[in-house]
């Protein structure tokens, strides 16, 4: 990677007129050099606030010579670097946050508009020109701080007992949405995994209740505004409490654990519902995120949300939302488990044959002897040794 050249993190088109930086030691090294901030752009391609901060504050005309100019523009994609995305990321996408050369984060927010940009650059430059001792001294308690957090948790022992689940248990029943299904308030996201637990706990004690948790919350979904009752697939979330606002983004790895949870309460519930529901994911991964070249699949489509509003007939004349082909390996190994279960639930063999190829595909593209598997795909491998990815593949591999 090349200090200076345009980022290749962001796979859709960028603005072109900001010289964004790579994440690499030669960005900081420049930022040292020339002793400026860091402007760090975490953006993802499927999200819609993100294009339009491209589309506008980022081919701002002074929003752009001042970028330029007066600090070191670093352009990083959410789904690429999840890493550095945990570590930077402001409560959402796109992620606006400056930095000091060292890396260490001085303010930021979220979506900006042109003015709030140059409004945040002027202050962030004047209190790092002219308030050097305070931004060091803050700067050494806060990395104090955070050593002394992290010797005491390397400290800290615990046993893994049954308890720890009863708890958890509690604490779903206390979140629970009984109006609405889903837990908590808006937004409101499906949280898959904790339909898993009510479904699997209510399965094993015999309770009604946590059973019902799943029954209700799995329905409100597949009924509501979060589900794609045209093109098939959930979107990420929805803004509003009763599901009925999506943010239209459709993501492999949601979908996935999607997939696997309607086909678990297929089996325990025997709704009608949730088997049409199963069955009509996997057509819409089959048709939109299945990639037949690389027989991977692809990491979301983009939250288009004027095609999602049309209805079937109209939607026939637009050109449907963009796919990132990017093979992402756990969010891969999270759909080849649901194809391989929904091949023997469902007695569908091709199904079981399209998530073998696949399997042979990740591991084909993003496995390196020694170094375990790179976190994606995109003419090369990028980022290995990501804990997800090789437990997500590991458990697909088993």
Sequence with gaps: MRSGAMADVQPHEVAISIPWRQWTPEAFR?????????????????????????????????????????????????????????????????????????????????FMPPEEVLSSLDEVLQYYRTQHADLEEKLKRRRARRGRMEELRHRLRGSVTPAIVDEVVEATRRSFDAEHGGFGEAPKFPLPDTIELALAAGHANRDSA???????????????????????????????????????????????????VYL?????????????????????????????????????????EEYYRLNAEERG????????????????????????????????????????????????????????????YDGAAHVPGLLADQAWMGKALL
């Design 210 to 260: 946590l059973l019902d948790i799943a029954d209700t919350t799995l329905t409100a979904m597949a009924e509501g505004g979060v589900y794609d009752p045209i093109d098939g697939g959930f979107f990420r979330y929805s803004t509003t409490a009763d599901w009925s606002r999506p943010h239209y983004e459709k993501m492999l790895d949601g979908n996935a654990r999607l997939l696997s």
């Design 30 to 110: 420049e930022a040292r050099d020339r002793d400026v901030p860091i402007l760090l752009s975490i953006s993802a391609v499927w999200c819609h606030w993100c294009h339009v901060m491209d589309e506008s504050t980022y081919r701002h005309g002074e929003v752009v010579r001042r970028l330029t100019s007066d600090v070191v523009p670093i352009r990083v994609d959410a789904d690429r670097r999840p890493d550095i995305n945990n570590r930077y990321n402001l409560g959402g996408w796109p992620t606006t946050a400056f930095l000091v050369p060292e890396g260490d984060l001085l303010t930021g927010g979220t």
């Design 317 to 376: 004349w637009r050109t449907p939302p963009a796919m990132d082909p990017t093979i992402f390996t756990s969010w891969n190994a999270m759909m080849i488990l649901a194809y391989l279960e929904a091949a023997t639930i469902l007695d569908e063999p091709y199904l079981g044959e399209h998530g073998l190829e696949a399997l042979e595909a990740v591991w084909r593209l993003n496995y390196a002897p020694g170094a375990g598997m790179a976190h994606y």
């Design 264 to 304: 678990h309460a297929a089996q325990v519930l025997d709704r009608p519902l949730f088997w049409k529901t199963a069955r009509d994911v996997l057509a819409f991964i089959e048709a939109t995120l299945h990639d037949v070249e690389t027989g991977g699949f692809g990491g979301s489509l983009t939250a288009d």
